[in-house]
């Protein structure tokens, strides 16, 4: 290292910018790359925004967070919040120093009291008053939002033309928007060098993606109950959490229903057990659909490897924890115990199953009792193309599959990959409209139209540098397809609301509007003839009588 072997048996110590990495130590001295760091003998190191797997690696990586990595000198900066996996001397670090937020291989991994905070950064867990604001706003949000949708999903009044807000649409409007915010994470989730505003729209619109100016990650959570306690890597214990979440949820709802039923029908609360039934299966039904992306993802990743080394000295970890080695025993353990088990049963299992009841219930579909525990998949179809809701739901595992797996041959094959599934599904959707309203027809179009867009544009962002005019371009038109299919959802969604408040308040003026009697005679009282008696009984000046 530094030096080669010359054939006289003598060592040639390697001059300044020239290095020796090799195994073979006849290989002559060679003059170092931009990105590493070569001061004589065996002082090489890296660059600033760079790092490296250990002394021996010829390969300097570019870190995702280039401000993470400081580069091989120390300099002038404070040696006690600084990190060097491997020294050369005090001040010099083979492996390139690491700032004070930042650990583990590749500057990817959050230091101790920090947590991650978008894809790249790192944020302090304590001493920020807003965290658990936080956590509480975002456990409120996504509960009302679930609320929302099985709401909507279980009522089951039909309201007749002109009259109220057609609940199945608005649940079937929250489908089609859950499913292009679960294909924005997937489209945003492909190594593209996105500019930052691309970034910040992606950010925005990505569910399973933190804004890069938020502070909140639940990783502090994890760092302060478990993480302290037990011996288990962040992604490990995000994968048994997202496995075993459906489960969780789920036993919520059931005990939230119970109440509910308990609470609003007292002594009789167990006499409709069908409906309450029907409520649990249909909760449950919902609650797998919002997750079944994030499980798909989460499982896929943790068979994604990437090697962090060189050529001749190759080290796979984990791409979405690079402190975890590739297919050794901890992670082949993670991996049939908890990955597998949950791909089976969640990503594939339980759609199939679903889909298989649906289809040995199709003549019955209609029915009030089956209609109530699984129509959520299937109302709004036409009756002949009933199962396209797992259309959609396969088309977006290919998805997923293609983004994680399909990355070592290449992004652009990668890309072109994801694009032909995408313009596939736009072709299918076009021929057969399934939807019986044709305005959720226009919005399932218009959000494939959007994810082929961005791809292709994101196709220019990978040969780097671009003209300032095309790069402009490519951003507007990133920017025009997606916020299309926002304003188009969120014009649908509002005219549905407008018109409940209109029917509200026809209603109540109606209700408050006195009704012209068309014959007034009907309207006077008619005199009945008194008797005789009535008349002697009258008393003076009264005329009631």
Known sequence: ????????????????????????????????????????????????????????????????????????????????????????NETFCYTGWRSERFRGNYCSQCASGYAPSGSTNCVACSGNPWYYILIVLICIGATGFIVFTVRNALNK???????GIDSKKISIMIKIFTNYIQLVSIVSSFSFQWPDQVDSLFATSNTVSQSTTQVFSIDCIFQTTINNKFDIRPFFLKLIFISIAPMIIGLISVVVWFII??????????????LLKSNIITTLVIILFLLHTTILQTNFFSFRCKNIGDTERIHWYL???????????????????????????????????ALFIIRANKTNLDDPGFKGKLGFLYDGFKKDVYFWEFVILYRKIAMVFISVFLSTIGITFQALAIILVAFIGYLLQLHYNPY??????KLEKSSLVNATLTLYCGLYFTSGSLPAVLNYLLIVIIFIVNVNFMVLWLRELLREVFQVVRDFLDKRKKANQVVPIKDEEDAELKEEPRSPRAEALKPPGDDRY
């Open 436 to 441: 019986e309203d044709a305005t959720l027809n």
């Open 1 to 88: 290292k530094g030096e080669r072997l010359q054939d006289d048996g003598t060592c040639t110590v390697c001059a300044k910018g020239t290095t020796r990495l090799g195994l073979n130590s006849k290989d002559k001295c060679l003059t170092c790359p931009d990105t590493i760091y070569c001061d004589g003998k065996d002082a090489v190191g890296v660059t600033n925004g760079t790092w490296r797997f250990d002394s021996w690696s010829n390969k300097a990586l570019t870190c995702l967070n280039t401000d993470a990595c400081l580069g091989s000198i120390l300099g002038d900066r404070n040696k006690s919040n600084l990190y060097c996996k491997e020294l050369y």
């Open 157 to 163: 009044k039909a309201p007749k033309k002109g009259e």
């Open 319 to 353: 791409e979405k924890d690079l402190e975890i080695a590739c297919w050794e025993s901890e992670h082949w353990q993670y991996l049939f115990f908890v990955a597998i088990p949950s791909l089976l049963v969640w990503g594939f299992g339980t759609p199939l199953f």
């Open 261 to 274: 039923f308990r609470v609003k029908y007292k002594a009789n609360w167990l006499a409709d057990k069908q």
